[in-house]
C-alpha cells in the first residue's frame, strides 16, 4: 500500500486549505486513515482518524470544530479539510493508514505512511 498526501501550501491566518490522501492499493472495511503532523522541532502528533467503513471519526482538542476529516471509499482518497487555520497550525502534515480496526492516536499503530505535505499558515 503507499498513500500520496497533497494539497498542502501558503495560507493566511484565517484562511482554509484541503489535504488529499490518494491509497494507492488494497483497503478493507477494518482500515482505520489517521492524519497527523509535525511542526518545527516538535514531535509528531495525532491530528485525526477515520473509519474506512466509516461510522466513526475523532479528533485532538486542538483541532475540534475547524478540520473536517472524510473519505471517498470510490476514489480510495482520504481528506482533511482545514478551516480558521491559526499559525500553530504549521506543520508537515502526513497521512497514515492501520491495518486494523479500532481508532488510534498512536503512530506505532499505523503500517502505512505518505510523504508529507507543507501546511504554512502566517500571521
Known amino acids: 500500500v503507499q498513500l500520496q498526501a497533497s494539497g498542502g501550501g501558503l495560507v493566511q491566518a484565517g484562511g482554509f486549505l484541503s489535504l488529499s490522501c490518494a491509497i494507492f492499493g488494497r483497503t478493507f472495511g477494518t482500515d482505520v486513515l489517521g492524519w497527523f503532523r509535525q511542526a518545527p522541532g516538535k514531535e509528531r502528533e495525532f491530528v485525526a482518524a477515520?473509519?474506512?467503513?466509516?461510522?466513526?471519526?475523532v479528533y485532538t482538542d486542538s483541532v475540534k470544530g475547524r478540520f473536517t476529516i472524510s473519505r471517498d471509499n470510490a476514489k480510495n482518497t482520504v481528506y482533511l479539510q482545514m478551516n480558521s487555520l491559526k499559525p500553530e497550525d504549521t506543520a508537515v502534515y502526513y497521512c497514515?493508514?492501520?491495518?486494523?480496526?479500532?481508532?488510534?492516536?498512536?503512530?506505532?499503530?499505523?503500517?502505512?505512511w505518505g510523504q508529507g505535505t507543507q501546511v504554512t499558515v502566517s500571521s
Open positions: 477515520i473509519g474506512w467503513r466509516g461510522g466513526w471519526l
Open positions: 497514515a493508514l492501520r491495518r486494523y480496526s479500532g481508532s488510534s492516536y498512536l503512530q506505532s499503530d499505523y503500517n502505512y
